[in-house]
């Protein structure tokens, strides 16, 4: 009986390691779009050269309509809808929709993603959007200096290690407990090259 206890939990901690992959594209946001510079004059980003991010507001699905053949295809989750199972299909419906990012996302990773991605996709950062996927606390809140300095950040606006994303997203939650942008999920970007 013992045996067959480690065996099963053996099993569901190999089934729970395993991340899936999902899917988006967002529209383009960088120095070439209307609002770029007051974008940075108000964040105070000027490393940025481009904002790479799951923030609605920001960087908004180039899919804002859930069609009905969408629907065995996303995420049917609460605040989740933007995001896709099927990169095939994705990939048919943002085929003539230009300047757009085609991101493969993993959300709370336990660690890095590797043999999950898919080829043809690089990996860009880590966002920390809030839990209703309205705001990214990285660069779209004014900051959060005790949890994280605006110089920690790419030229793409993202955190480049899963240790300090790990550590940012739960230093937001601790030091920020009235701010609805920091009770984060911390994901894991990809782009398609």
Known sequence: MICFLRLTLNFARRQKAVMTPWFIATEKFDKSQRGWEKYIAWSKLDQLDEVVSLDGSLCPTVLPTVKPDYWSRIVNEDF??????????????????PRNNLLCVFRNPSTHPSTEVPSGFEFVGYDLVDVESTASALTNCGGFPDAFSNDELSPKGLLVSHGRARQVQADLRRQYPDEIHADCHLWALFRCC
Do not use: G
């Not at 989740?80 to 929709?97: H, K, P, S, W």
């Open 80 to 97: 989740m809808l933007q995001y896709f199972t099927d990169l095939e299909f994705l990939r048919t419906q943002v085929a003539n929709i």
